[in-house]
């Protein structure tokens, strides 16, 4: 997780690769996802070892959201965290628009077993902490 980390922060230096899988959206559209944790930026004063995860809808992610975040809607958490993380104690932060969503995301999360994941409520409550 370490090695991850350096890379990711030495890609934001000097263009370290990442690896990244390609993830379907509810309209069969590609989206690119990063399969490593998204660190959040320590130059912001958030947490280092976060991955954040938008569980709106394929219009509300196309109409704004946070950098970082990996989109997954929350009707396929389930079946999709595997593509970014198979660390259960891995920092998962998940937003939606106010909340609900993002509750229901976690609920799922941590049935799977995932133990550190945070409802951050909604796109406004979160972007400004991440970005």
């Known amino acids: 997780m370490r090695k991850v980390l350096i890379c ?12 990244t899988s390609s993830v379907s ?45 990996v989109h997954i809607p929350h009707t396929e958490i389930a079946e999709r965290i595997s593509n970014v993380t198979d660390d259960k104690d891995a920092k998962i932060v998940v937003y939606c628009a106010v909340g609900g969503r993002a509750g229901k995301a976690k609920t799922k999360l941590e049935e799977l077993g995932f133990t550190n994941v945070e409802n951050a409520g909604g796109y406004d409550d979160i972007k400004s902490k991440y970005e």
């Open 8 to 19: 990711l922060f030495a890609s934001a230096v000097v263009g370290c690769t990442t690896q």
């Open 25 to 69: 959206t509810d309209q069969d559209t590609a989206v690119s996802a990063d399969v490593a944790p998204v660190q959040a930026g320590s130059e912001t004063g958030t947490e280092p070892d976060v991955i954040v995860i938008d569980v709106r809808s394929q219009e509300e992610w196309d109409s704004g959201h946070v950098k970082q975040a």
